[in-house]
């Protein structure tokens, strides 16, 4: 089905494909080599690069839904790639944190990660890809300010 001239020049809609396409190319990558799924491997680089969080903290960070996050915590924690600890600032909530093989597997996968995007995008000059980044940085930035008030019915296409 070929999307209608209006829907091709929607934004979000093209925003949408393009992400769906790089990560899926990447979860394929991940899932043959190391058994790991798209939000195991955001959680992992979230940590790998943050160091401990919270669930709640690894919600914001990564933009997945809580069950999301959650599923793959436990996953970590199962293979041993990730423990939990006690939170001292806040006796409710614990801490997540890249086990040492969970740290020897993050400094194994992330070559490759920078590897797959410097061949995503090989036909991008460096001005481009820093305008790119910084456009996507302000997408996102505009899409955080809005409220869900100011909208009246749009198309949550995704």
């Given at each position: 089905?070929q999307p209608?001239?209006?829907?091709?020049?929607?934004?979000?809609?093209?925003?949408?494909?393009?992400?769906n396409?790089v990560s899926?190319?990447?979860a394929?990558?991940?899932?043959?080599?190391?058994?790991?799924?798209i939000?195991?491997?955001r959680v992992?680089a979230?940590l790998?690069?943050?160091?401990a969080l919270?669930?709640?903290?690894?919600?914001?960070?990564?933009?997945?839904?809580?069950v999301a996050?959650?599923?793959?915590?436990?996953?970590l924690e199962e293979?041993?790639?990730a423990?939990?600890?006690?939170n001292?600032?806040?006796?409710?909530s614990?801490l997540?944190?890249?086990?040492?093989?969970?740290v020897a597997?993050?400094?194994?996968?992330l070559?490759?990660?920078?590897?797959m995007e410097?061949?995503?995008f090989?036909?991008?000059?460096?001005?481009?890809?820093d305008l790119?980044r910084s456009?996507l940085q302000?997408?996102?930035?505009?899409?955080?300010?809005?409220s869900?008030?100011?909208?009246?019915?749009?198309?949550?296409?995704?």
């Amino acid at each position: 089905m070929q999307p209608t001239s209006t829907l091709a020049r929607f934004l979000p809609y093209q925003l949408s494909l393009a992400s769906n396409a790089v990560s899926g190319r990447i979860a394929m990558e991940y899932r043959q080599r190391w058994g790991l799924s798209i939000p195991e491997w955001r959680v992992m680089a979230v940590l790998g690069d943050a160091g401990a969080l919270t669930q709640r903290d690894l919600t914001k960070r990564t933009l997945m839904d809580k069950v999301a996050v959650n599923r793959a915590c436990k996953v970590l924690e199962e293979r041993g790639l990730a423990q939990r600890r006690p939170n001292e600032q806040d006796g409710r909530s614990h801490l997540l944190d890249l086990s040492e093989d969970g740290v020897a597997m993050h400094s194994e996968i992330l070559p490759l990660a920078l590897e797959m995007e410097r061949k995503l995008f090989a036909g991008f000059s460096p001005e481009e890809l820093d305008l790119f980044r910084s456009l996507l940085q302000k997408a996102r930035h505009q899409a955080e300010d809005l409220s869900e008030a100011s909208f009246t019915g749009g198309y949550g296409i995704r």
